[in-house]
């Protein structure tokens, strides 16, 4: 089976509150200003040193990913001015598996408004309506409180502890694995 193409509409997704749409050049600013935060730093992926490169570079991936069908990078911005709030992602995209990885992170300057949970609704539905996917897994460091209560909310189940999962910020860290199956979304289409 070959990959497809993501057909991600133009005019993205939303709820009326948040809006999920490919990012853009003029995104890079705000994306390494959300990128220098600490505690982005600290529970992400994302270079210490974040520059406008690695920005674009990011841009980059996700249209190569959604060229191949195996990765989706959106801004989560404010329905009402298109303000960048965050970014959230579908990677690991697995056709024949069903399956992918969420990954999401809110500015500073966004927190504590139900952002990122909003943003998770509407990209699992998207996994699960137009990816036609079964299965959509996060993982979260144990410490990391507030993503742990986004997962939740969207309704992800917690399933258990993932050892030394995968390299953080230099150093080998511990995850908690959670997930969503399409039948369990509350808000899909035909779920």
């Not at 991600?8 to 990012?23: A, I, M, S």
């Not at 927190?111 to 699992?124: D, E, F, N, Q, S």
């Not at 742990?148 to 953080?168: C, D, I, N, W």
């Amino acid at each position: 089976m070959s990959p497809r193409p993501i057909a991600f509409p133009v005019e993205g997704l939303t709820d009326g509150v948040v809006r999920l749409r490919l990012p853009a050049d003029s995104d890079v600013e705000a994306i390494v200003e959300m990128c220098r935060d600490p505690d982005i730093q600290r529970y992400t992926t994302v270079p210490p040193d974040y520059r406008p490169s690695h920005a674009l570079e990011w841009i980059q991936r996700g249209q190569a990913g959604v060229a191949a069908g195996t990765d989706l990078h959106v801004v989560i911005t404010d329905a009402n001015d298109d303000s960048p709030l965050g970014t959230i992602s579908l990677h690991e995209i697995n056709r024949p598996a069903s399956r992918c990885v969420s990954g999401y992170f809110v500015a500073p300057w966004a927190r504590g408004r139900g952002v990122a949970t909003r943003a998770l609704i509407l990209i699992t539905a998207f996994a699960f309506d137009e990816l036609r996917l079964a299965r959509v897994e996060v993982t979260i460091e144990p410490d990391n409180e507030a993503s742990h209560r986004v997962a939740q909310a969207a309704g992800f189940t917690k399933e258990g502890l993932l050892r030394s999962y995968m390299p953080v910020a230099g150093k080998r860290r511990d995850m908690v694995m959670y997930s969503l199956l399409s039948h369990e979304h509350p808000y899909r289409r035909g779920g």
